[in-house]
């Protein structure tokens, strides 16, 4: 990395301030409560546990850690069912010390909390995107934030495609602006992916739209052996190169997008052969399997079993595996053979010795639902950022960290 880490801080009594990617997904804590007074709890503390090693290691050396984060989307207004109060207990309970919550974000109160705090204490800050000026990366805001730090790290990889005030306005208003341990751990297992791959090295794509993916089959077809294609995005090429499709979800104005990628990836695209196809995603409705087109007032909904059975032999070569996107539509037990035929090959190639990459929401949910999360060589805390990542793009969020000298 060519950018400050962790590592190269002088932390001791230091205010470091630490933008933290604590977006998970809440729940009510209490539903005999009230609409107007719900209390929440964390459902899914992934993301909190990933910040953890530089939590402990700012602890470890003495700073106060002064931590941001955003929490869905109040847009730019504070909403009670966005607050962080819940992820501040939660991260006291896994981190073993008390973690202090300030609900103000900026200004005078959060100042004197901080001068009060003694050295290894944590406080979380409310939501940054409770004020407008956060997406919008107004400069008055990142002013204020950079106000509450001596130093600044950013451990945020999955908001890190994003130019927020929070992670990048106040990074270009500090005089060192570092790399945590998560971002560096995600850019190092990414970067050399994408550098310097051991071979064969394979992309699995899929998931609903071929339009969130061409960035990346675009840079990737240039750098790996060969995409394997499945999930509904499969359906626009397959069109594209004349068959039928039924009624699968195909991007119509992109088909000729689909068909010239087609034609100058020499080969190196792999499309399903076969599909489980029914009428409906409903479950009670009959699937059944199909070779080559599909018939009308049918859809794609999963790969089949040959394709299942290519594409396993496809992952048992691969040295170097990145996969991105579900192979149907797994979240219904009928369609989700596919996918979880994927996650068992990507955990079988990691025991063989390769590099395994999963990122994206549905593939890590897929993967964690199987039990072989812990078999994956590395799980991306960052869907978007990941994807930009592999489209060659640079990250605002890592871009505007300090140079090392
Ligand atoms: P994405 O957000 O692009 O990764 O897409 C994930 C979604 O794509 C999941 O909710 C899947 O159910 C859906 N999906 C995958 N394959 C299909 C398919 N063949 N038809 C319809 N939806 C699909």
């Known amino acids: 990395m060519t950018k400050l880490s962790l590592g190269d801080l002088d932390l001791y009594a230091k205010r470091v301030l630490v933008r933290v990617d604590f977006n998970v997904p809440l729940r009510p ?44 989307r109040p847009n730019g207004v504070p909403d009670s069912q966005y607050s962080l109060s819940p992820v501040a207990e939660h991260l006291s309970d896994v981190i073993g010390q008390r973690v202090r919550f300030s609900s103000d974000t900026i200004g005078p109160v959060v100042q004197k909390t901080i001068r009060s705090m003694p050295n290894s204490s944590l406080l979380l800050l409310e939501n940054t995107r409770f004020f407008p000026g956060e997406t919008q990366n107004d400069p008055a805001f990142a002013a204020a934030l950079a106000d509450l730090g001596d130093v600044f790290v950013n451990d945020a990889f999955g908001t890190s495609h994003r130019a927020h005030a929070s992670n990048v306005g106040v990074a270009t208003k500090m005089n060192q602006a570092a790399a ?29 739209k071929v339009s969130d993916k061409i960035g990346v089959i675009t840079n990737l077809i240039g750098i790996v052996d060969e995409i394997i294609i499945g999930g509904a995005m499969s359906y626009t090429f397959l069109k594209a190169s004349g068959h039928s499709t039924g009624c699968s979800l195909v991007e ?70 990145i996969w991105n996107g579900p192979m149907g539509v797994f979240e219904v037990d009928a369609f989700a053979a596919g996918t979880r035929a994927m996650a068992t090959a990507v955990a079988e190639a990691t025991k063989r010795g390769a590099m395994t990459i999963v990122g994206g929401g549905d593939s890590v949910a897929a993967i964690t639902e199987a039990g072989l999360a812990n078999s994956v060589r590395h799980i991306s805390t960052g869907g978007g950022a990941m994807l930009e990542f592999l489209e060659g793009k640079a990250l605002p969020g890592l871009a505007t960290l300090t140079d090392k000298a």
């Open 252 to 321: 119509d104005s992109l088909l000729n997008h689909a068909k010239a990628m087609l034609e100058s990836a020499g080969g190196k695209l792999s499309l399903p052969k076969d599909h489980i196809i029914s009428t409906s995603i409903d479950t009670a409705s009959r699937s059944s399997i199909v070779s080559g087109s599909i018939p009308d007032g049918y859809m794609g909904l999963d790969i089949g079993p040959e394709t299942v059975a290519r594409y396993t032999r496809i992952l048992r070569n691969a040295r170097t595996i």
């Open 180 to 208: 945590g341990l998560l971002l560096e751990r995600e850019i190092r297992h990414l970067g050399r992916a994408l550098e310097a791959p051991e071979r064969p090295m394979i992309a699995l794509l899929g998931g609903a």
């Open 29 to 72: 804590k209490d539903t005999a409560t009230q609409q107007n007074n719900t209390r929440y709890e964390v459902a899914d503390d992934t993301r909190i546990r990933a910040a953890l090693p530089t939590l402990r290691t700012i602890i470890e050396a003495s700073g106060k850690a002064i931590l941001l984060s955003h929490l869905g």
